[in-house]
């Protein structure tokens, strides 16, 4: 059950009522009065009735979409609306009144179920040289083509400037003028819809960008009591903490109904801390999934963390939070190690194949062992965690940008090696997410970048990532956040995706995709049936999937020369795929097509490669 709010049922914001008239409702319990103050088409103030909790309200005539306004606090200062739906004149103008209406197309659509998603985050502003929404849409097909069941988008709450990842979001209500606004996500989410793709939108709830918060003149929305990495924490548990849970919850089911977004991706939940009974976590999982029924939609929440904790997926009645599928770190940083052999920072902690075959046993590798890069003790087991329940990569957003130089898988491994890591990510029985541009090997870096235009902030900004790679050796200096080459350079370049072995590896990762669709074990998530075992002398990943008489055998070797004999799991098994076959121009150190033995046989791999196999009766053929 969600929060109720009996004085304050309707939106928080600007509501357009129909009859040129519109309401307003604003929570700003550090102020005596507030007024809404028009300033376009025309200059009008509209005191507002204080009605009690700190809420003030009211009914403005004549006020119609489009028109631009801000509230007046105290006669004094003048603020855009925190519940803003749209900011065209950035983060520190007006704010616009927007009619909600939609010709939606997809009142068909009930969702994507979560053991079929397969997750492709973006950004928007380098995903074309555009950068916005509309110019998105045309390449939905070619995703779906793919294989994508679901595109995630990084966030889209109106930020300082034109340029930033979307973490310095100030507006959690408004979409980014610079992307289009409003209009042009519900014409990219009902785009995706027609195209039976889910759209995850990636939302900050643990902070707000330094520029443009303006929500400490109206409230307590923030507390001094804990701290995060990016600025303060948001008050989910202190005095008047019922008020900012309502605005943030609100804020989900505002992108859940008014956008149809069928899943929520929840930015680095461990820095939200709120030891009440009821966590803001829960109460949020709650509210989206009683809205998700009343909608008839698939719709799931899916918590960020680097702290290893299944609560975050757990039931509420066995002691958890009830979202739905968490990021599993482990797994990226085990398959990292093992492909580049890097051993900086977090990277120290990872050790050889068995920490992958721990992660595909399991799902998270610490689960309450020391971590020599923490210092401490992480984790805890996520034996009982369903497979489905955890999201697993090669890249990602993150762990691409927050190297020194933005660099990509494609500038660290050889051609066998990004066929490698595909494979041991699509093969395993998780959620899996691919970052913009891996599925063709994208050459342009990913680097963070900002257009704040305070230049202590800007300063600020480049001392601090500066920090953040203090614990890493790598080289080579950093491109300049502020710097507009910064992001021009992060832009992806589609024409590769039609060239050599850029249109090779799209291919494999289509095949794969595709195998994993259509192979009878391969469309179950369930670690229990699952065999893993590891050979650390060899560098070799074995794993048997499904049940008798329909199992997959694959064989992942992560070594530079090749493999000694391995053993073979008895049956006879037919190939699927091979990375060291010609298609893939592979080195061809050819496996049989069909291999079967009364016992276990044995195997030899090419170096960095590896092969998928069937039990002749787990095939389906197209």
């Keep these: ?37 028009i300033v376009e088409p025309r200059d009008l103030l509209l005191p507002m009735k204080a009605i009690g909790n700190g809420y003030f309200h009211t009914v403005g005539e004549g ?71 509309d110019a998105i849409v045309p390449r939905i097909t070619t995703l779906k083509d793919l294989g994508i069941t679901a595109i995630e988008i990084m966030p889209v709450a109106q930020f300082p400037g034109n340029r930033n990842w979307g973490y310095d979001g100030v507006f959690p209500y408004a979409v980014q003028e610079s992307y289009g606004g409003p209009g042009a996500l519900k014409r990219f989410v009902n785009s995706c819809h027609q195209q039976g793709i889910a759209v995850v939108l990636d939302v900050v709830y643990n902070h707000l960008g330094p520029e443009g918060n303006y929500l400490d003149d109206y409230g307590p929305y923030f507390t001094d009591r804990y701290q995060t990495p990016w600025g303060p924490a948001i008050n989910f548990d202190g ?156 890249q990602n957003h993150d762990q691409v940008g927050n190297r020194r130089l933005g660099d990509r898988l494609t500038h660290l491994l050889t051609f066998e090696q990004l066929k490698l890591a595909a494979g041991a990510l699509l093969l395993s029985p998780f959620i899996p997410l691919l970052f913009m541009g891996e599925e063709y090997g994208e050459r342009a870096p990913f680097s963070y970048f900002v257009s704040h235009r305070d230049n202590a902030l800007i300063e600020a900004v480049r001392q601090g990532r500066k920090r953040e790679f203090a614990r890493f050796a790598w080289r080579g200096e950093m491109p300049d956040p502020q710097s507009e080459t910064t992001f021009l350079a992060s832009r992806l370049n589609w024409d590769l995706r039609t060239q050599g072995q850029h249109q090779v590896l799209w291919d494999f ?101 590896f092969v998928l196999f069937a039990e002749s009766s787990g095939i389906v053929r197209e």
């Excluded at 003048?78 to 939606?104: N, T």
């Excluded at 397969?118 to 040289?129: D, I, K, M, Q, W």
């Excluded at 289509?510 to 009878?520: A, C, Q």
């Design 509 to 609: 990762y289509k095949e794969l995709i595709r195998l994993r669709k259509t192979v009878p074990a391969l469309t179950v998530l369930d670690k229990n049936r699952m065999q893993v075992e590891s050979y650390s002398d060899q560098n070799m990943l074995l794993v048997i999937r499904g049940q008798l008489p329909r199992r997959t055998f694959a064989a992942f070797h992560f070594g530079s020369r090749d493999s000694e004999q391995v053993p073979l799991p008895a049956g006879r098994w037919e190939k699927l795929l091979d990375s060291a076959d010609q298609r893939w121009e592979g080195k061809e150190h050819h496996t049989p097509q069909i291999l079967e033995s009364s016992s276990k046989g044995q195997l030899i791999l090419g170096s960095w490669t």
């Design 239 to 394: 005095r008047g903490s019922d008020e900012t849970r309502r605005y943030f919850i609100d804020n989900a089911l505002h992108w859940v109904g008014t956008f149809h977004i069928d899943g929520l991706r929840l930015d680095a939940v461990h820095a939200i801390v709120d030891p009440s009974a009821r966590p803001f976590l829960e109460e949020l999982g709650a509210a989206v999934h009683s809205k998700a029924e009343e909608l008839g939609r698939k719709i799931f929440v899916f918590p960020e963390s680097d702290s290893n904790d299944p609560r975050l997926v757990k039931s509420q009645g066995s002691g958890g939070y009830g979202l739905d599928a968490v990021w599993n770190d482990d797994f990226h940083h085990a398959l990292h190690v093992l492909l580049t052999g890097e051993k900086e920072g977090y990277y120290q902690d990872f050790h050889g194949v068995e920490h992958l075959a721990q992660a595909y046993r399991e799902g998270f590798v610490y689960s309450g062992q020391y971590s020599e890069f923490r210092g401490r003790r992480q984790g805890n087991s996520s034996k009982q965690v369903s497979a489905r329940r955890l999201v697993v990569f090669a």
């Design 1 to 37: 059950m969600g929060m109720t709010f009996p004085q304050v049922p309707e939106s928080l914001g600007a509501s357009v009522l129909g009859g040129n008239r519109c309401r307003f409702l604003v929570w700003a319990p550090r102020v005596k009065q507030v007024d809404v103050h």
């Design 63 to 133: 006020v119609i979409p489009g028109a631009l306004y801000c509230y007046r606090l105290d006669g004094e200062k003048e603020r855009p609306d925190p519940a803003s739906r749209h900011q065209p004149q950035g983060v520190h103008g007006p704010s616009e009144v927007i009619d909600d209406r939609f010709e939606w197309t997809d009142q068909d659509w009930r969702g994507v179920s979560l053991e079929n998603y397969v997750l492709y985050e973006l950004h928007v502003g380098t995903f074309t040289s555009q950068g916005t929404f």
